[in-house]
């Protein structure tokens, strides 16, 4: 299986800061990789798909990136509602799920 | 609208049969596939494996291949993922999930169904 990482595990930042969360898978996966939100209680959410495409209805303070095997999940401005974990996944193959950033404002 | 409804909490004792369902409405069921994706307490998400509705075709992780049963009944536009003798380690939240095809995103989920099992 490929193996997913993510960095950091946890943060801590304000309303209105910029963040990012950096994904690396542990071979080849082209762009085939996806992001998702999971607020507390609930269901996780696709946020980008194909490393850099915002799922209909996501907020455009959402953004993807690939440089190489780095993937980036970016917020623009932080919003208290963006309280939850993030995930990267890998649709290359069979799907494998990244640990997890928990994002706390 | 597109939906994927799953089958209530469930309470079960270690050894015993389980099946929970996963149904889908508002476009057409087997044209997407069902995911099936674990989430022990205070962990993260792990794959469990899919099935593609339309000609009933199944992969598994190797991480569950032979401790879960996935299957369809596509008359009823109903997933289930099934276990013959649950586990205490079985205790978790199982969320399905629906993806287009290979490649894609899994952009529809279920609720979640929790499952505990307990002596």
């Known amino acids: 299986d490929i193996q997913m990482t993510q960095s950091p595990s946890s943060l801590s930042a304000s309303v209105g800061d910029r963040v990012t969360i950096t994904c690396r898978a542990s071979?080849?996966?082209?762009?085939?990789l996806n992001w998702y939100q999971q607020k507390p209680g609930k269901a996780p959410r696709l946020l980008i798909y194909?490393?850099?495409s915002l799922q209909s209805g996501v907020p455009s303070r959402f953004s993807g990136r690939r440089s190489g095997t780095d993937y980036t999940l970016i917020i623009s401005s932080l919003q208290p509602e963006d309280l939850a974990t993030y995930y990267c996944?890998?649709?290359?193959?069979?799907?494998?799920f990244g640990p997890g950033t928990k994002v706390d404002i | 609208e597109v939906l994927l409804e799953q089958s209530g909490a469930e309470v079960k004792k270690p050894g015993e049969f389980l099946r929970i369902s996963c149904k889908g409405s508002g476009y057409t069921f087997t044209s997407y596939w069902i995911n099936w994706v674990r989430q022990m307490p205070g962990k993260g998400l792990e794959w469990m494996g899919r099935i593609d509705p339309r000609e009933s075709q199944i992969t598994y992780s190797p991480s569950f291949q032979g401790h879960v049963t996935i299957s369809v009944d596509k008359s009823i536009s109903t997933a289930y993922l099934q276990w013959s003798s649950l586990k205490a380690s079985d205790s978790a939240i199982y969320y399905c999930?629906?993806?287009?095809?290979?490649?894609?995103?899994?952009?529809?989920w279920g609720q979640g169904t929790t499952v505990t099992v307990s002596s």
């Open positions: 996944q890998q649709s290359y193959s069979n799907p494998t």
């Open positions: 071979e080849y996966i082209s762009s085939y």
């Open positions: 999930a629906r993806q287009a095809s290979s490649y894609y995103g899994m952009e529809v």
């Open positions: 194909d490393g850099s």
